[in-house]
């Protein structure tokens, strides 16, 4: 056995990634640790091509450590198991993370060459995934003129110019007021259905889990504690009683009633209050 001194310098596996291939995410007994404290515990997950997951559970449980780690970017952290991911992999934080200094056009085409291997052109492709975003003659605005919603719309924009198979959104919407978030959903699904990457975000959003994702994960004491899909048709409600029922099932697995009282101090479950609800458009008729 490795000096502990070794041990906590080892670092983190690195994702492998399989170019061209339009593959799956795969995790094997991933493990994270910081210092003594493991957070991330043998985790199994497989997310097929194209698939919509939402990540939910208690703050500190893990979500952001797992998603770093699909992503890359765990540095800080030791670890052990497998992880295989598309090459293609776009990050949204819940922070634009746009550069002040550059105007959006710029922010949006950070790090991107100026033509692809195709010959595209790639100002081109940002204008296009600007326009697809709702933010068409903003290009040469500075970040610092967005709204909060514009600014996420334009990290939006940002992640679709490579192209994702896969899109990693961590909190995306946490910021942003209760209005502009409805509105984020449905473009975030628009997108997806436009260009179908897989998607795994990282919610605390209980409703937002079960109306934008097609299955439902809760991280609890490092492992996947519930692996739930949710078989509704799109566009989705809110106002939907079957989405309810997914809703009061996640809550529970959160240890949450649907008042919003810890469940250990429910005498009786109470019904789910119906939130405000806005259809979440979807062109494709799911079954
Ligand atoms: N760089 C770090 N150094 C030490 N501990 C860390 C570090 N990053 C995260 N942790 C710890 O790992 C645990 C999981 O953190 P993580 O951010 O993944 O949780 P989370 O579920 O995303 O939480 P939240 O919902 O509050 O964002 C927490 O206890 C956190 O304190």
Known sequence: ??????????????????????????????????????????????????????????????????????????????????????????????????????????????????????????????????????????????????????????????????????LLADEPFGALDALTRIRMHTLLRELWQRHHPTVLLVTHDVDEAVVLADRVLVLDHGRIAVDLTIDRPHPRSYRDPQLGEYRERLLAALGVRPDGEPASEAAQAAPAPAPAAEAVPDRRTEN
């Open 1 to 166: 056995m490795a000096p502990i001194a070794e041990q906590l310098t080892r670092p983190a596996v690195r994702p492998a990634v399989h170019p061209g291939v339009r593959s799956a995410v795969r995790l094997t007994g991933l493990t994270r640790s910081f210092g003594e404290r493991t957070v991330l515990d043998g985790i199994d997950l497989e997310i097929p091509p194209g698939q919509f997951v939402a990540l939910l559970g208690h703050s500190g449980s893990g979500k952001s450590t797992l998603l770093r780690a699909v992503a890359g970017l765990d540095h800080d952290t030791v670890g052990d198991g497998q992880l295989v991911t598309p090459a293609r992999v776009s990050v949204v934080f819940q922070d634009s993370r746009l550069l002040p200094w550059r105007r959006v056009l710029d922010n949006v085409l950070l790090g991107t060459r100026k033509r692809d291997a195709d010959g595209r052109d790639a100002a081109a492709r940002g204008r296009a995934a600007l326009a697809e975003v709702g933010l068409a003659g903003r290009e040469n605005a500075w970040p610092g003129q967005l709204s909060g919603g514009e600014q996420q719309r334009a990290a939006l924009a940002r992640s679709l110019v490579p192209e994702p198979e896969l």
